[in-house]
DNA sequence: TATCCGTGGGT
DNA sequence: TACCCAAGGAT
């Protein structure tokens, strides 16, 4: 019988623990199953880019019961798709997302590329997913680096240096340690095991099935793993927002495609800084709602005023945009900053009665 | 390589 | 409260 080595073992007593405790997901194909459904996969791990998993499911039901295949997606109405991924963020990948089916159908006769080269090259995809879709859709041998794994490796081998300067030796250790059989599998468990056990704070390593394998576990403080860089304070910016009301429509904008909330529908607002122009779009009766708007974003946090006012039916709106109606503001697809801004106008108005 | 890009939950 | 963090990609 052959002596198993360190890396080997890793993967053996990972897997097997998948096989017993492995989180039942909707994208996930299960147990016994056929492979998973590549436009699914694919979906699910955009989706997930930087983003929970609790979040994800509504989003991911909503989107496989509307566009069951990448060519229903690669049909929809930019607005549509845009509408059905507001308040999910990041919305370059929602661009991306229909750019990739319409690619997927033009270029590949609707069907994924099943090598990691192949899907690197689509909009939207880049190494880490490329390798997932790779190994969890297509049963590639692809080594998959999320922060899941740079946290689980990082401690496994106790590296010291800091991220992001880790980022090579990290993705060395994890090709050492990918099996070249159930990579997909051996993917998926380590972000369970990255999610439920060896989490970023406090990890549960009395009950990891890696503890046998793990160098971290056997310093003063395995959380402190891996280190990183420390982050610049985040800025705080001012704002004003402007609720033009007329004939039981409110005034809607559509944001520039590049840039921050890019190609959403939102209100006018002014120039996010230390200090704004205030000066309305156009003249009316203005109404201050007291408190404003807190939203926190990547880098920035914004404190947006809002102000609003009814005009009469003859009135011209400012520039570019459309009448969206008041009692159907929840379908506008606004994103979170937005959406709680109408909230605090119909609150407002509300008190106000 | 560094910066930009959302949001919500956990501590 | 304030901060941390998440199945990253594009530029």
């Not at 097997?16 to 492979?35: E, I, K, S, T």
Request: proline residues 8%.
């Amino acid at each position: 019988m052959r002596v198993e080595g360190r890396d080997t073992k890793i993967a053996s007593d990972l897997l097997a623990h998948y096989d017993v405790h492995a989180r039942r997901l909707p994208w996930r194909a299960p147990p016994g199953a056929n492979a998973a459904d590549p436009y699914r996969v694919w979906l699910s791990e955009v989706m997930l880019q930087q983003t929970t998993v609790a979040a994800v499911g509504p989003y991911f039901a909503k989107f496989t019961q509307r566009w069951p295949s990448v060519a229903d997606l690669a049909a929809s109405e930019d607005a549509d798709l845009m509408a059905a991924w507001a308040g999910l963020g990041y919305y370059a990948r929602a661009r991306n997302l229909l750019a990739c089916a319409r690619a997927v159908v033009r270029d590949h006769g609707g069907h994924f590329p099943d090598t990691e080269d192949g899907l690197r090259a689509l909009p939207g995809v880049g190494a880490y997913t490329a390798a997932a879709v790779a190994a969890i859709a297509f049963g590639r041998r692809a080594v998959v680096v999320d922060a899941n794994v740079e946290r689980v490796v990082a401690r496994l081998f106790a590296i010291a240096t800091p991220l992001p300067a880790a980022r090579p030796q990290i993705r060395e250790a994890a090709d050492r340690i990918t099996p070249d059989a159930r990579a997909g599998d051996f993917a998926q468990a380590m972000m369970d095991l990255g999610a439920t056990i060896c989490t970023p704070r406090n990890p549960a390593c009395g009950i990891c099935p890696l503890r046998d394998d793990c160098a971290a576990v056997l310093t003063a403080d395995p959380a402190a793993y891996p280190v990183k860089a420390a982050k610049k304070a985040k800025p705080h910016r001012l704002g004003h927002g402007w609720w033009i009301e007329r004939d039981g429509h409110v005034w809607l904008v559509r944001r520039p495609d590049k840039g921050l909330l890019g190609g959403m529908r939102a209100l006018p607002s002014s120039d996010w800084t230390a200090a704004p122009d205030a000066t309305p779009p156009i003249d009316a009766d203005w109404m201050m709602i007291d408190i404003p708007v807190a939203h926190v974003f990547t880098h920035f946090s914004l404190a947006l005023t809002i102000h609003h006012t009814h005009v009469g039916s003859d009135a011209t709106p400012p520039g570019e945009g459309e009448w969206w109606p008041v009692e159907r503001i929840g379908d506008a697809g606004l994103p979170t900053l937005f959406a709680r801004a109408a909230d605090a106008v119909r609150k407002d108005k509300d008190a106000r009665d």
